[in-house]
């Protein structure tokens, strides 16, 4: 009976200081429909609009028949779906004598960014790496050079690398463009790389050294598991570049190894016939979709890296 | 034997001098603490010896071997550091033997090894966590245990602790303390910046100042008879009171400031005795005392109470002596009260005098 009593008395003290609290407590409420949500939310929708309509559009025209793309409503969509320009864009789109569509310029490319993404990411981070941790003699004067380079403009190495390629006897190759392509990746990763590795405690670093880690032990067994992330952004940004490049591929590159765009853009600036806009629009979109995969997969892995790394140490 | 011999280092970054002819040995088997505000050169003397900066010129010597020229790893040390330094994505485990895999360490050795020193450090239950799964005062038993696996007779620490809050700091202090006790001949060269832990763990204390030792000997020496005015104002706290004024030397050296004379007829004078001239005079808070006690004292005087700052167990209390700053504890209990007169007294021969101009002690 003693107990009961108890919990009426904190009872009954509660209910009086709920009744003290008079005025605003808590959670200061919200209104869904202010002034400053309608502002931002309308924003965003026009902005997400201007930039998803060409895609609409693209998305629309790939699947119609040129009859339905004759009569002019763009933003119409389609009445009769054919994948027709699909299968035509990616097997037996013409460009120059080659009948075979997208398909020969896909593996290309695939073949040009794999090793070029690999290539330019394995020696940036060793770069960024040894210029972090291991401070040789040299050092700054090193990445001065290299930085500067980020700031010349490509036409200008062009010819010279014609040239240099062709005494190599690589001219015209993928070996060649995948050289260029991890050349010209360097400036820009590794001071992506040297910046992410600075920001890693140097007494961590000191202590591997202490555990009898070398170059090599501490990169592989250190540096790397730790850095997750950084190696996302840098494939991000190779994957996207490499496979993006036309200039590089249209100059180092024959008709038999022309990377994706390149082919992309003789389908569509071919001026023989009729231009078929359904078959461009499917081969732009195929061509486009490799790097948009790749933003859509590893974003979630960005996140994930980041999330993974934060934790101190 | 010595354990660990600096012979006239130098260490220059670029035109800037950080340590210069630096000198230390250290006895087997002997905790020693470099003491030193920020920016003294003491971390940077630590990492000469661990081989982790190259060294402009002189010598080091671990175990009576000349280790000038050779890796850390092999200079047969452990090293803590103040941030951890833990491997992120290792486990405890991995942590612990990440080093003796790098040196081939057969596995059952290895696992011997992480035995004994997880039982030590009482980390037996987070051997399989990472090391974002525990907390800062485990991360830094693993750090130690780390040093510990590795089997080695010297341990350097860098400021072990500073990133500890207070109640860790003082509980692992006391481990750190107990770990010298058990592993025997086993050397310790610790870094900090915090007097209490060198005072506590140290049984030498090295104190630097601009790249150079300024006193190196056990801490009851340090602490009464501090061998110049820098040493004397770095260790204590409160710190200690410095009255300025002039030695006179007649028949009894005498300290005078304006109208107060200190009779310093059981001072110990240090080298050739007294010679006049202006000195500063140092007397430690703690040696102050009050009432009853200081009648009895060489010394007493009369002062106001400027300011009293309470700290639970005792009382600071702010006054002026002849115009100079004097602070002096009393019991937590004694009621003191602002503008209230006190008794004081203190004995001079507990005091420090230094030299004006050379500030070293006279």
Known sequence: ?313 | MASVSVKNLDLNFGDVKVLQNLNLDIRQGEFLVLLGSSGCGKSTLLNCIAGLLDITDGQIFINDRNVTWEQPKDRGIGMVFQSYALYPQMTVEGNLSFGLKNAGVPKEEIKKRIERAAALLHIEPLLKRKPAQLSGGQRQRVAIGRALVRDVDVFLFDEPLSNLDAKLRAELRVEIKRLHQQLENTTMIYVTHDQIEAMTLADRIAIMRAGAIQQLADPATIYNRPVNKYVAGFIGSPSINFIDGTLEVNSDPVFRAGETAIELSGYAFSGNGPKPGPVSFGIRPEHIFTDKVAADLPFQCEVEVEVVEPMGADTLVWSRLDGHELRFRVDGQTPVKEGERMKIGFDPARASIFDAETEMRV
């Open chain 1, 1 to 313: 009976m003693a107990d009961t009593g108890a919990i009426n008395d904190t009872g009954i003290a509660a209910e009086a200081a709920s009744e003290a609290m008079v005025g605003p407590r808590g959670a200061r409420p919200r209104r869904m429909l202010s002034r400053r949500n309608i502002f931002l939310y309308g924003t965003l929708i026009v902005v997400a609009v201007y930039y998803l309509l060409p895609l609409y559009v693209m998305i629309v025209t790939s699947v119609k028949g040129m009859p339905e793309i004759r009569m002019g409503n763009i933003f119409a969509p389609p009445v009769e779906i054919t994948f027709e320009p699909w299968v035509k864009a990616w097997a037996t789109a013409c460009t120059g004598l080659n009948c075979d569509g997208l398909s020969r310029g896909f593996w290309n490319s695939v073949r040009i960014t794999i090793p070029s993404v690999l290539l330019s990411i394995a020696i940036a981070s060793l770069n960024g790496y040894a210029l972090a941790h291991w401070r040789f003699k040299g050092a700054n004067t090193f990445f001065t050079i290299l930085i500067v380079g980020a700031f010349i403009p490509y036409q200008v190495m062009l010819y010279p690398l014609v040239i240099i390629l062709r005494e190599m006897g690589i001219y015209g190759t993928l070996t060649g463009l995948v050289l260029v392509h991890t050349i010209f990746g360097m400036p820009i990763l590794t001071l992506l790389f040297r910046n992410y590795f600075t920001s890693v405690p140097e007494e961590l670093f000191k202590a591997a050294r202490v555990d009898g880690a070398g170059f090599w032990a501490i990169y592989f067994k250190i540096m790397l598991p730790m850095s997750l992330p950084i190696f996302v952004v840098a494939m991000i940004i190779q994957v996207t570049g490499i496979w993006n490049d036309f200039l590089f591929g249209v100059v180092y590159t024959k008709p038999d190894t022309y990377p994706m765009t390149v082919q992309l853009n003789n389908i569509v600036n071919s001026v023989q016939g009729v231009k078929e806009y359904n078959v461009n629009m499917a081969a732009t979109i195929i061509t486009g979709l490799v790097p948009l995969i790749v933003y859509f997969a590893s974003g979630k892995l960005f996140v994930r890296g980041i999330a993974a790394g934060a934790v101190k140490g």
